[in-house]
């Protein structure tokens, strides 16, 4: 069965600084993608980055990048330059083998970004 | 640009009412989904649709019901709602292999 493990419940950094946000996965698809999301609390979804299974070189969008380790069943999500506006929750999602396109999502990280 | 748009975004049910949550998205997208989101936990897949006509279950499917007749409607109907509903219900569509656009949710609670 796919599964995502997000073991990071709650996370502070300071403004400015890089963070980590940690996600594994268990799946014997070798077709999937892997996706994160970002949750305000104003409560919408918004899509931040995404990355096939196939792709040899790690996604980036602007201050978003994954660090995918395939060997290690593992994305990562780096956030450079942290900002207040980055306060938020954040899920890990993936999509597997097949043409349905279904997401399952993992547990959340809220993210808290100090002044 | 609209994106998926659901109404209503709130409402407040006795136990055993019915209702419909109302998703609609104008980016031609096939496939739709209705999500529900509990207290700290992340989105589970109730329904989904890969075009118009075509419904399938997701993980937490019972006590809910979908139709899809046209390609930006999908509407997800609640029979005897119960306490265990309680949640916030997400809308989203895409294409294929595409990330999901979601809609804003309807908060729903059940008393």
């Not at chain 1, 999500?77 to 929750?89: E, H, K, N, R, T």
């Not at chain 2, 609209?2 to 997208?29: E, W, Y």
């Amino acid at each position: 069965a796919q599964k995502i493990t997000q073991t990071q419940p709650g996370m502070f950094v300071q403004e400015k600084e890089a963070v980590t946000l940690d996600c594994t996965y268990d799946t014997s698809d070798q077709s999937y993608g892997l996706f994160w999301y970002k949750q305000p609390s104003s409560g919408e979804m918004i899509f931040l980055i995404y990355q096939g299974s196939y792709d040899e070189q790690n996604a980036t969008e602007g201050r978003y990048s994954l660090n995918f380790q395939k060997a290690r069943k593992s994305a990562n999500l780096v956030i450079s330059a942290s900002q207040l506006g980055d306060s938020a929750m954040y899920f890990c999602a993936m999509t597997f083998g097949g043409a349905t396109n279904k997401l399952i999502f993992g547990t959340g990280t809220l993210l808290a970004v100090q002044p | 640009n609209a994106g998926v748009t659901q109404t209503p975004k709130f409402r407040i049910l006795k136990i055993g009412q019915s209702m419909t949550l109302q998703c609609a998205q104008d980016m031609n997208h096939n496939y739709m989904y209705w999500y529900r989101q509990d207290p700290g936990m992340g989105l589970k897949l109730i329904y989904y649709s890969v075009g118009a006509g075509i419904t399938d279950k997701g993980e937490v499917p019972n006590g809910y019901n979908v139709s899809r007749s046209t390609t930006e409607d999908f509407p997800l109907r609640l029979e005897l709602a119960a306490p265990s509903q309680t949640s916030v219900y997400f809308c989203a569509s895409s294409q294929q292999d595409q990330p999901q656009h979601f809609g804003d949710g309807t908060r729903l609670s059940i008393l």
